[in-house]
Each structure stands twice: as structure tokens, then as C-alpha cells.
């Protein structure tokens, strides 16, 4: 490994903004599946190409892989392993076992906020590599994703960590010889499904809350758009995250994302994309063991000439004056009406990713004798 991160430090990227013209390139095997340098513009930006799990890049049980496209021409960029049930199943039981060994979930918030924000220097140290593969994966323009993309997947990653240590518990005197005190928990294991149309800002809108507050993350990328999530996977390794924190196995719905959402020992899924599919996902949370569900289906913003006097009694998660389509990390969107279950971004969404635990202290209080073998 050691040997591999001085090959991946001596990859010098220089800037372009055309992606048409790329070459692929076999490197050094990065865990037991390959990586490989795809040439965009002249920059060369080293891909994995395997599942993540445990802090490897593993190929797929079943071994089978398919192919990315680029959408502007149409042609194979590479390809990549393909996840199933049996590479879900793995990866849940990885994140399990990290949740439960306390690593991660009991860790000092400040080393998980520290961690955060290595991913976000990293990201930052090479910018142009991940605005690039933004630009492959999905066909924007180098304006777009450098403008927008980029810059609110980094403040992303900062506004979370900054919140690390202000996740606030509340204590209570009011019941007279008693303490109370709450404890907000991480949940557990948190299955997370985005979209094709913002990989990268959908990665870190899904994993920034999740992570910081202590869950640990199976995550599934749209299967058009996998290159920005995997690329950001081989950061989290390298900015030193424990083994089984962050997972990830790409493939297609029916194959991956159904038995993430249907799985036995995942305790919430985060889900972006049609009403359609999330129906599926409130039926499997039901039929399987009552998960915790947060659904995000977009923002509404009816057109109303005289907005600033109707805004207030319109029934919309997110409305815009004079502007359409901004979003900012320090603010919900989404998670009402239509829009779906639960907001992304700002403070709100993190109360979506803990459990409130109520401890009582008896001061005195004439409580009636425990039943025995219970404290």
C-alpha cells in the first residue's frame, strides 16, 4: 500500500476543461480489484474500479462488471465491478461489525470532524481531478460543476464537521429528586441511494451528517454516474477513516439498491430520486424491519409574479424569488409534501441520523422497588 500512495502522489494533474479525448491505462492493483488512469485532457486521474468495503477496492463476489458511459459521445469509458445482493450483504456486515466495535460510533466528535475535513482538503488539493470526473460522468460543463458542484460537495464536508461537537444534548430538573438527561445516538447502519444528475454533491449531502454523527454508511451511486463516488471512496481511505465506516457497492437497482433497502440489519435508508422508487422503499422499510426512512424528491417553487406576498402560504418545501434551482448546505431542502420524507442539508437533517435515548437518575424520588433482575 505504501508503495501504491508514492505511485498516486507522483500522478501530477494538469488543468483542461474538454473531456471528449481520453485513453484508459492498466495501473497497479489497488486491494484485489484494478484501478485505472483515464486521460481527460491531458490530466491523468487514477479511477477505481471495485466495490468498497472495509477500506478495500474488492471485486464483485458474483464477478461480473459493466460498463460507464461517457454521456456527451457515448462510448465506454471502463468498466467496473458489478455489486448484488451477495456485495450488499457484505458491505452491511462490515458496517455492522464497525458500528458495533465502537471505533467509529463512540469516537470523539472532534476526530470525526477532523476527518471530514481531511476528505474536503484533499478534494481541494486536486480540485481539478474531481471537477473533471464530474464533468465525465454526468456531461456538464466545466462552469457548472466547478461553480457549483465542487465547491458545495467541500462546504458540505466543512459545514458538518463544524457541527460535531454541537450535536446538544438536553438535561432536565423539573421533575422534582429526579435528573433527567437525553442522549442523541447514532443510528446504526445507514443505506444511502443517489442520483445520476449531482454525484458528487449528492455523495456528500448523504455521507456528511450520516458520518459525523457516528453511523456508519452502505452507500449505492447511480450505476450511470459511479466514476465521482469512487474516486471519493479512494479519498476517504487515504484521509484515514477506520476500516467499514464508509462502503460502497455500485450497480443497478433491482440488484443493489433493493436488497440495501430491504436488508434485515440496515437500520435507516437515505434515498434521492422519483416518487416511484420511493414508494418501493417505504414498502421494503415496512416489510422488512420498520427502518428508518428519509426520502428526497427535489424542491418545488410555484411561479408567482407577487412571491414575496404568497410565499408564506404556500404549501412547498423550497420556493425561489427571482432565482430558481440555488441550493446551499446550511439550509433544508426538500422533505415536504412532494418533496419527500425529511430534509437534506443544514441542521435539521441531522436529528435524521440519531436516536434520542431518555436516562432518569432517581435524587430521592419514592420510586416503587425494581422487579427483580432488572436495575
Known amino acids: 500500500m505504501t508503495a501504491l500512495r508514492n505511485y498516486t502522489r507522483a500522478i501530477r494533474a494538469t488543468k483542461g476543461t474538454a473531456l471528449l479525448g481520453y485513453r484508459l491505462q492498466h495501473v497497479r492493483p489497488l486491494s484485489t480489484a484494478s484501478s485505472k488512469t483515464i486521460n481527460v485532457a491531458g490530466q491523468d486521474i487514477s479511477v477505481p474500479t471495485g466495490i468498497f468495503i472495509n477500506n478495500e477496492f474488492r471485486k464483485a463476489i458474483g464477478g461480473t462488471t459493466f460498463g460507464v458511459e461517457n454521456p456527451v459521445t457515448g462510448k465506454e469509458i471502463l468498466q467496473i465491478e458489478e455489486g448484488k445482493e ?24 472532534v476526530y470525526r470532524a477532523d476527518l471530514l475535513r481531511k476528505v474536503a482538503e484533499l478534494m481541494e488539493r486536486d480540485k481539478e481531478q474531481p471537477i473533471a470526473l464530474e464533468m465525465l460522468d454526468t456531461g456538464k460543463t466545466y462552469q457548472q460543476a466547478s461553480t457549483l458542484d465542487f465547491p458545495g460537495s467541500v462546504g458540505t464536508l466543512k459545514y458538518y464537521a463544524g457541527y460535531a461537537d454541537k450535536v446538544h444534548e438536553l438535561t432536565s430538573l423539573n421533575i422534582p429528586k429526579t435528573f433527567a438527561f437525553t442522549k442523541r445516538e447514532p443510528i446504526g447502519v445507514c443505506g444511502q441511494i443517489i442520483p445520476w444528475n449531482f454525484p458528487l454533491l449528492m455523495f456528500t449531502w448523504k455521507i456528511a451528517p450520516a458520518l459525523i454523527t457516528g453511523n456508519t454508511v452502505v452507500m449505492k451511486s447511480a450505476e450511470a454516474t459511479p466514476l465521482i463516488a469512487l474516486k ?26 433493493n436488497p440495501i433497502a430491504s436488508h434485515m440489519d440496515v437500520d435507516k435508508v437515505a434515498f434521492t430520486g422519483s416518487t416511484a422508487t420511493e414508494r418501493a422503499i417505504l414498502k ?92
Open 86 to 109: 451477495a456485495d450488499v450483504n457484505e458491505a452491511v456486515k462490515t458496517a455492522r461489525a464497525t458500528f458495533r466495535n465502537g471505533e467509529w460510533s463512540s469516537s470523539d466528535p
Open 232 to 257: 471519493m471512496c479512494e479519498l476517504i481511505q487515504k484521509a484515514g477513516f477506520p476500516a467499514g465506516v464508509m462502503n460502497h457497492v455500485q450497480g443497478f437497482g433491482k440488484t443493489v439498491g
Open 284 to 375: 421494503s422499510s415496512a416489510a422488512s424491519n420498520l427502518k428508518k426512512v428519509t426520502l428526497e424528491l427535489g424542491g418545488k417553487s410555484p411561479d408567482y409574479e407577487r412571491a414575496l406576498r404568497v410565499t408564506g402560504a404556500l404549501h412547498a418545501g423550497t420556493t425561489w424569488v427571482n432565482m430558481y434551482n440555488f441550493v446551499h448546505w446550511s439550509i433544508p431542502f426538500g422533505g415536504y409534501k412532494e418533496s419527500g420524507l425529511g430534509p437534506e442539508c443544514g441542521e435539521a437533517v441531522l436529528g435524521y441520523y440519531t436516536e434520542t435515548k431518555v436516562v432518569y437518575f432517581n435524587m430521592g424520588f419514592p420510586a416503587p422497588a425494581s422487579p427483580r433482575g432488572l436495575i
